[in-house]
């Protein structure tokens, strides 16, 4: 396997790593689909069980995938998460060739707030101040399609405040009501708005599920395909709900487990991959 380190930062704080598992000459050589994965934290840290077990667990499901640790923090604030974000997908899209990927199946997956991250990008990917930052003069942050694992939705109540309030927190006091706009992402949602994998358990304490249930009804209003899973219980943070990324007992959930095959399978649908033999 190749592992490719890119900085967005002199600092290094904005870090994208790339996995690409080797070639081989008894395995068909096409290009794969890269799945990017946005680690959880509450826009505070990144989650390390967010992030290399579930890129690891992509490259064995047949994939390529990429780790991106934005801007957290004392650096969170809006819009600089967002322009990390369209940075690293314009980055894999303009090294597709290097990266042995297809440009136009480029998915992000994220976790929590970087569930927010992940549909907050596929809602705003088009925004003229974001492309701007991130220097992109066309569509080439678009993601292709989205997978969010009980993420955080909405700029408002019932939300997960601590999330919300690490983005608005630079934000002059004039402005917030205008850039709350900006960042629910149910109140985003058209036709610019890529497919979507959602998982969420019913009873989770820290982001309330109805964030996750009104994505979906918006992407239903819209006409974009979608697939939604709520699990009856589990834990917020369960990220691959095995033993794997558990921090303690509660987070192994056998029923929760699942939604890994079942994005693969979603991918593998969504992107109409692999090609004919």
């Keep these: 396997m190749e592992i490719i380190n890119h900085n967005f930062t002199e600092d290094g704080r904005v870090n994208l790593k790339v996995y690409i598992p080797d070639k081989s000459r008894e395995l ?54 967002l322009a990390d974000a369209s940075k690293a997908v314009k980055f894999i ?31 705003k990917w088009n925004d003229k101040e974001i492309q701007k930052a991130a220097g992109v003069e066309n569509d080439e942050n ?15 109540e019932p939300t997960h405040n601590g999330s919300i309030n690490n983005l ?17 992402c149910e109140e985003n949602v ?18 309330p599920v109805i964030g996750a249930l009104n994505f979906a009804r918006a992407l239903s209003r819209n006409k974009i395909p979608f697939e939604i899973h709520v699990y009856r219980s589990g834990s917020h943070g369960l ?8 921090k303690s007992k509660n987070s192994i959930n056998a029923d929760v487990e699942g939604w890994f095959d079942l994005s693969v399978k979603w991918i593998l649908r969504t992107f109409n991959f692999p090609p004919e033999f």
């Design 190 to 207: 058209g036709e610019h708005t890529p497919p979507a994998f959602i998982f969420h358990t019913a009873d989770d304490a820290a982001v």
């Design 168 to 184: 608005l927190k630079s934000v002059p006091d004039e402005e917030k009501e205008s850039v709350r706009n900006l960042i629910c």
């Design 28 to 81: 068909h050589d096409f290009p794969r689909p890269m799945v990017l994965i946005f680690p959880g934290g509450g826009y505070g840290f990144c989650s390390d069980r967010e992030a290399e077990p579930i890129a690891l667990s992509y490259n064995a499901a047949g994939f390529n995938a990429a780790v991106l640790r934005y801007s957290i923090a004392e650096h969170s604030g809006y819009p600089a998460p």
């Design 142 to 156: 678009k993601p292709n399609a989205l997978i969010l694992g009980y993420p955080v939705i909405s700029g408002r």
């Design 93 to 123: 899209r303009d090294n597709a060739e290097r990266f042995h990927t297809d440009k136009d199946k480029i998915a992000v997956c994220g976790f929590s707030a970087g569930g927010h991250l992940a549909a907050w990008l596929g809602t």
């Design 239 to 246: 990220s691959l709900a095995n033993y794997v990324t558990a």
